[in-house]
């Protein structure tokens, strides 16, 4: 299993690596899931504020479009933040990544996800709306806060208090990774995006929804793949703040029980 998440403090081409391995370990129901909520962002967005065709003319369609577009692309990361949290916390522990019941193990958790979803894409819109600038901060602070939620177990008030510690203790750390992966899909995304939508725009027949079949692919995977750094960064932060891997290696009970413990 440490091939897959190593049990140490990672460096940052580490963590990069081991999000991908766990997309890999889990990337059925992750990538089906993250189809659907791509699909999901293009519909929603299309309706709600669709691209204008005159960017600098009508900069309040391009706000309100770039808005939308963050707000939701956010909630569909924390969606798929769940699965992505139980797979590394099997890992973890030690345990076979459980394909099959990736999208059911978070159970009675789910709605408290999906809350956690809405607030974390509400807070990117404010966040876009206000200049873009605030977006950053608040990307960055709200990656912990499904991973705690699923794979911590928090309850309560712990479940945004305890994200917000754990960032402070590794010296916002975890934040700057999660908005290095960000930009790191964001130049995939953009490539495929445009290179599709320009591809598709050459053939002599009209494709349908051709500006968004190459998003929506891409998004499919890129959603996943940053839930599962999220869910690595939060388990590795904890090995570098809290001693995880040194509870994990000197336990002689259950791991599952020490991944669990809020300290």
Known sequence: METELPLRPMTVGELLDASVVLLRR????????GLVLALGQQALVGLVAPMPDQVWTDPAGFWAWLGVWLGTE?????ILGAPASVAAARVVAGEPVGRRTLLTAPGRRWPATLGLAVLVGAVAVGGAFACGLPWLVAYGA?????????????????????????????GCRAGGIRLLGYFGWLAVRLAVGIGAQQLLGELPLPVPFAGAIGWVVVDALAYPALACLDACLHVENRMRTEGLDL?????????????????
């Open 26 to 33: 889990g990337w059925p129901p992750l990538v089906a899931l």
């Open 74 to 78: 956010s909630t569909a990361i924390a």
């Open 142 to 170: 709200a990656g912990l806060l499904v991973p705690v939620l699923i794979a911590d177990r928090a309850t309560g008030g712990q479940v945004i208090a305890r994200p917000l510690v754990l960032l402070g203790r590794g």
């Open 247 to 263: 509870a994990l290696a000197t336990t002689t009970g259950p791991r599952r029980a020490v991944l669990e413990a809020i300290r």
